[in-house]
């Protein structure tokens, strides 16, 4: 099971940035899918995930900015994150959940510069 992720990078205040997660090794469509996020010094916390049925939900410090979107034609889940505040500064990490088995990618850096 590989999950890949991309798009992290550095960016300003207020803008935006779209990360990607690419899914293999997995039946993607019967799969939860989620984001999950680590700052330095604090523990990893959930983000965004979205169901096998396409229901969303998201942590309070990002409803409003953040969509978590899911194309199964294409093993791949993105999180659309925008107006970005240096607090969503950390690796994010794609996280793939299905019964009692759980998948996790190595992460993708984002920054935000204030």
């Known amino acids: 099971v590989q999950l890949v992720e991309s798009g992290g990078g550095l960016v300003q205040f207020g803008g935006p940035l779209r990360l990607s997660c690419a899914a293999s090794?997995?039946?993607?469509?019967?799969?939860?899918m989620g984001w999950y996020r680590q700052a330095p010094g604090k523990q990893r916390e959930p983000v965004a995930r979205?169901?096998?049925?396409?229901?969303?939900n998201y942590a309070d410090s990002v409803k409003g900015r953040f969509t978590i979107s899911r194309d199964n034609a294409k093993n791949t889940v993105y999180l659309q994150m925008n107006s970005l505040k240096p607090e969503d500064t950390a690796v994010y990490y794609c996280?793939?959940?299905?019964?009692?088995?759980?998948?996790w990618g190595t992460g993708t850096l984002v920054t935000v510069s204030s």
């Open positions: 090794g997995i039946i993607f469509s019967i799969h939860n």
């Open positions: 996280n793939a959940d299905r019964l009692a088995m759980a998948y």
């Open positions: 979205i169901t096998t049925t396409g229901s969303t």
